[in-house]
């Protein structure tokens, strides 16, 4: 146990002296391809700025005129069979764009019903089981100007169903 604390608190200055030491022993002027990725990663935050202010603002639309409380209303007779909780519909949604928001509702989650109870048990293990799929769609596929996404969407929409179905199993075998 001791050893898997000391590598989780060294691995990354680890890291960071190998590729120093690799650029050293290359002869490679490390302060000035640092400075270029700098500047490099400053271009690409403004290049993307305007898709997450874009999504930000839609959750945040989405989550105050009361729709993800319409659409759980909605879906609660298409959820009982299949023993989903509905108050994990909005985090399940809002996870697939904004992780922050998905957050937020889980914090929510957890102050009504705990965190040790069946839904604050499966939301948490939903929020590490699911990825944030159209941010990422749209951040990746518009940095690097692709324009046709083939089966992305469709194999990234069937992973966060598989991850979501998982959550709820292993939340109640753990319970």
């Known amino acids: 146990m001791q050893f898997l604390l000391f590598l989780s608190e060294s691995i990354i200055p680890l890291t960071i002296f190998l590729i120093v030491t690799y650029g050293l022993i290359n002869r490679q002027n490390i302060y000035q391809d640092f400075l270029k990725g ?3 990663g400053f271009f690409t935050v403004i290049d993307i700025l305007p898709t997450l ?6 959750v945040g639309i989405l989550r105050a005129s009361g729709f993800f409380d319409f659409l759980s209303n909605l879906l609660k007779n298409l959820m009982g069979p299949l023993h989903f909780p509905t108050e994990l519909i909005p985090v399940s949604i809002v996870k697939m764009f904004s992780s922050s928001a998905a957050t937020g509702l889980l914090l929510d989650l957890f102050k009504t019903h705990g965190t040790d109870s069946f ?5 948490s293990i939903m ?3 699911t990825e944030t799929i159209f941010y990422t ?15 992305t ?3 990234a929409l069937a992973a966060t169903i598989s991850g979501i179905a998982a959550s709820i199993i292993l939340a109640s075998l753990m319970l």
Do not use: E, Q
């Open 38 to 40: 700098a500047k490099d």
């Open 119 to 123: 839904i604050g048990l499966s939301a």
């Open 153 to 155: 969407l469709s194999g």
């Open 137 to 151: 769609m749209s951040i990746y596929f518009m940095h690097v100007h692709i324009k046709k996404t083939r089966f």
């Open 127 to 129: 929020m590490s089981c």
């Open 53 to 58: 202010v874009g999504l930000m603002t839609a």
